[in-house]
């Protein structure tokens, strides 16, 4: 006989004290439509980072949804150059611990996107630009919150709910709100989607960072004197060859080339080339590795008269579990044994998330808690599972009751 970890689970449940919240499963199961129709609402509004107009009305709609929901509300204008409002909302309870929820507003496409792929259901499947990541994570939060609500739930001291504008290009103009939200509070619940088959939880994140090259080379006469130059192609190429070792793989440091321009004239040996390498990293001494690394390549350049500079940038960084993040995602495996799924736990996924900007507050913080689907990021694929909004309904309320009580 085949033993699973889920199977383990459930015969473990009751020794453990678990047990499965029947009304709560069938309310969750009874909100799946409600829930349905507010991500239909939610895809068809088009909000792209950036996009002043759908940022606009996406807010006005899910400001509208919080006060429904008891919360008090105010909006937070992005710092910097970013566009549009971070809205805030509270709910005060009558004693316990307090929550951050988080879910991000803003996608990665832009205006038009909608008209090439709208919203729509096929099988098991709801399709739609933005609709894992992460209105799937919006629309859990909002009927959690709505289940909990009918449930009488108001052991908690406030639940802190933010919906931010700019995830998808490195939150910029919502990282200070986020650290300083995630200050006030004892946990951190955040709704990024998770993959679907098999559902995944993370105990990290990786930092996202860039690395850009710059060569510098000497033109000449690609027919007529080509050895007077010094061929800043050849020495980008062979830059390129001597790094791609620093690549380590999955669960460890990435690092990819991803953009190269050089040369405008067909008959000129070129005198400049640049480089760009997308750098994703679980740790800053694994950053600090790779500056170093690259540093030592370019100071031995391949041809002869050639200089390379290389310049690193940051970016977001890297999200670790703490021992209560990690002792929440236990917590979060049993919670959906009840519903019978199992959440497999993964030591760390390649993107980044708001996730760390909240655990540099110290919260205990938990990422991945949104709706799972695949096709993150691509206009014709997107999709998330409907049968998984109850069980990810009842996961979120779950969490909400134990994160209050700890």
Do not use: C
Not at 164 to 193: C, H, M, W, Y
Not at 210 to 215: E, H, K, R
Not at 281 to 300: M, V
Request: aromatic residues 6%; hydrophobic residues 45%.
């Amino acid at each position: 006989m085949r033993i699973t970890l889920l199977s383990v689970l459930l015969a473990l449940l009751p020794a453990i004290g678990f047990a499965q919240d029947a009304a709560l499963l069938k309310a969750a199961q009874s909100e799946q439509p409600a829930l349905l129709s507010t991500l239909e609402g939610l895809v068809n509004i088009e909000s792209g980072t950036g996009d002043k107009r759908g940022m606009s009305d996406i807010t006005r709609v899910l400001e509208t949804e919080l006060k429904n929901l008891g919360a008090t509300v105010t909006r937070q204008k992005a710092a910097g150059k970013a566009v549009g409002d971070n809205l805030v909302g509270r709910i005060r309870g009558k004693g316990g611990k307090d929550l951050l929820l988080m879910a991000h507003m803003d996608t990665v496409y832009a205006r038009g996107a909608l008209a090439k792929a709208p919203f729509r259901i096929d099988g098991n499947r709801a399709y739609g630009p933005g609709i894992a990541d992460d209105k799937g994570g919006i629309a859990v939060i909002l009927h959690g919150l709505k289940l909990l609500k009918a449930r009488g739930f108001t052991s908690f001291g406030s639940i802190t709910v933010l919906f931010n504008v700019d995830e998808e290009a490195g939150s910029a103009g919502s990282r200070e709100l986020i650290k300083q939200l995630a200050g006030e509070v004892d946990t951190v619940l955040s709704f990024e989607p998770s993959t679907g088959e098999p559902e995944l939880i993370p105990e990290a994140t990786s930092g996202i960072g860039a690395a850009y090259v710059n060569i510098k080379g000497k033109a000449s006469h690609a027919g007529m004197a080509p050895e007077l130059g010094v061929n800043a192609i050849v020495e980008a190429s062979n830059f390129i060859s001597r790094s791609v070792q620093l690549d380590e793989g999955p669960g460890r440091t990435r690092f990819n080339w991803t953009v190269a321009q050089a040369g405008d004239r067909p008959n000129v040996i070129p005198e400049s080339a640049t480089l760009r390498a997308d750098v994703r990293y679980p740790d800053e001494a694994a950053f600090e590795k790779i500056q170093a690394e690259l540093n030592q390549l370019a100071s031995t350049p391949h041809l002869k008269g050639a200089e390379i500079d290389v310049e690193l940038s940051e970016g977001r960084p890297a999200f670790n579990a703490t021992e209560g993040g990690k002792a929440l995602i236990r917590q979060a495996v049993a919670i959906y044994a009840e519903t019978g799924h199992e959440l497999q736990v993964i030591p760390r996924i390649g993107g980044g998330t708001d996730a760390a900007y909240a655990a540099q507050a110290g919260a205990a913080v938990v990422e991945g808690l949104g709706l799972p689907g695949f096709g993150f990021h691509t206009n014709f694929a997107e999709y998330v599972f409907i049968d998984a909004i109850p069980r990810r309904l009842y996961l979120a309320v779950k969490m909400i009751e134990h994160a209050a009580a700890r």
